[in-house]
């Protein structure tokens, strides 16, 4: 079947490089944000969230950035490696009312060998 | 892994024919989506359930309802399948809680084709 990455952007990255994934978020009463990652053939999986009042969150070898003033979140991969490729999704939600989770377009990662 | 399960896994049906699609979970999770997930579209979300008979539209709802009987049953149908509903059709799961986190986790997908 077609590559859930077909038509997104991309982004090409050396291994061992750090890559930055860039989302632009529409919602501003949204409470929590949220990195997925999808591998060809799979569904998403969680990687990061962020929570409104927040500005930035480490994970393992991950780290998402919030800027509310500019509705832009990053999600920051340190020493990318090939088994990151795959194809990036930044989520939000409004928790404790209905909790509509909706993502973004999406941006394909690639890490060139 | 998350206890979610989606079927059929494949389903191949002609225009105009009704499709139900199910997602099924083990971990008595709150919330439940659909999304359909098309070349250059990325994750659109179609329905939504908050509980059981608590459900709500997404994006693209037009075309498609739900039925939430139980907590573990979520299903998704396809009044009458057009063309334009072909794509992958993927179930998500949550808790989606301040105590408990914004984790969802995906079912493996359902590939729908209206022929």
């Known amino acids: 079947g077609e590559s859930v990455g077909l038509h997104l952007p991309t982004l090409s990255v050396q291994e061992g490089d750090n890559s930055i994934i860039n989302c632009a978020y529409s919602?501003?009463?949204?409470?929590?944000f949220i990195w997925y990652k999808q591998e060809s053939g799979k569904g998403p999986q969680f990687i990061i969230d962020?929570?409104?009042?927040?500005d930035k969150r480490q994970g393992q070898r991950v780290t998402v950035l919030l800027n509310k003033t500019v509705k832009h979140l990053s999600l920051q991969i340190a020493a990318t490696q090939p088994g990151d490729s795959a194809v990036y999704f930044c989520?939000?939600?409004?928790?404790?009312?209905?909790?509509?989770?909706?993502f973004g377009k999406g941006i394909t990662l690639s890490v060139r060998p | 892994d998350a206890g979610i399960t989606q079927s059929p896994r494949h389903k191949v049906t002609e225009t105009g024919t009704p499709v139900t699609l199910r997602c099924h979970q083990t971990e008595n999770h709150r919330y439940m989506y659909w999304y359909r997930q098309d070349p250059g579209h990325g994750l659109r979300l179609i329905h939504y359930s908050y509980g059981v008979k608590d459900t709500d539209k997404g994006e693209v709802s037009d075309g498609y309802s739900v039925s939430r009987s139980k907590t573990e049953d979520f299903l998704l149908t396809l009044e009458s399948a057009t063309s334009s509903q072909t794509s992958v059709y993927f179930c998500a799961i949550s808790a989606m809680s301040t105590g408990y986190g914004t984790e969802a986790f995906f079912g493996q997908g359902t590939r729908l084709t209206v022929v």
């Open positions: 962020i929570r409104s009042n927040m």
């Open positions: 989520a939000e939600v409004m928790t404790g009312a209905n909790s509509k989770l909706t």
């Open positions: 919602n501003s009463a949204s409470d929590y």
